[in-house]
Nanobody, 125 residues
Framework: QVQLVESGGGLVQAGGSLRLSCAAS????????MGWFRQAPGKEREFVAA????????YYADSAKGRFTISRDNAKNTVYLQMNSLKPEDTGVYYC??????????????????WGQGTQVTVSS
């Protein structure tokens, strides 16, 4: 079992930055690939970024490349999403996801069994 709690969301102006955190509990965290997804109002949840259990492999959605950075600290059981140069279209609820069966990160939400409750990110223009 893995429990996930996101934090760090908020209201920011376009061009600003936020750092999201996802605190995990459960003995299998350090061997689990992790992902960040987001859901904008009226839209389906979409992939943002993912990271392997070691942190050596990362994937990004095209919309996140060059602006967002995913990282993890296994000693703290925490995954981060540093978001820079935020745009209004980045607005949504951001979720972290995990699955101890995954050592390689995946872009599909259907690959992950454990989800946090989400944190709201609002970017004003």
């Amino acid at each position: 079992q893995v429990q996930l709690v996101e934090s760090g969301g908020g209201l920011v102006q376009a061009g600003g930055s936020l750092r999201l955190s996802c605190a995990a509990s459960g003995r299998t965290f350090s061997v689990s690939a992790m992902g960040w997804f987001r859901q904008a109002p009226g839209k389906e949840r979409e992939f943002v970024a993912a990271i392997s259990w070691s942190g050596s492999t990362t994937y990004y959605a095209d919309s996140a490349k060059g602006r967002f950075t995913i990282s993890r600290d296994n000693a703290k059981n925490t995954v981060y999403l540093q978001m820079n140069s935020l745009k209004p279209e980045d607005t949504g609820v951001y979720y972290c996801a995990a699955d101890p069966r995954l050592t390689v990160p995946r872009r599909s939400e259907y690959e992950y069994d454990y989800w946090g409750q989400g944190t709201q990110v609002t970017v004003s223009s």
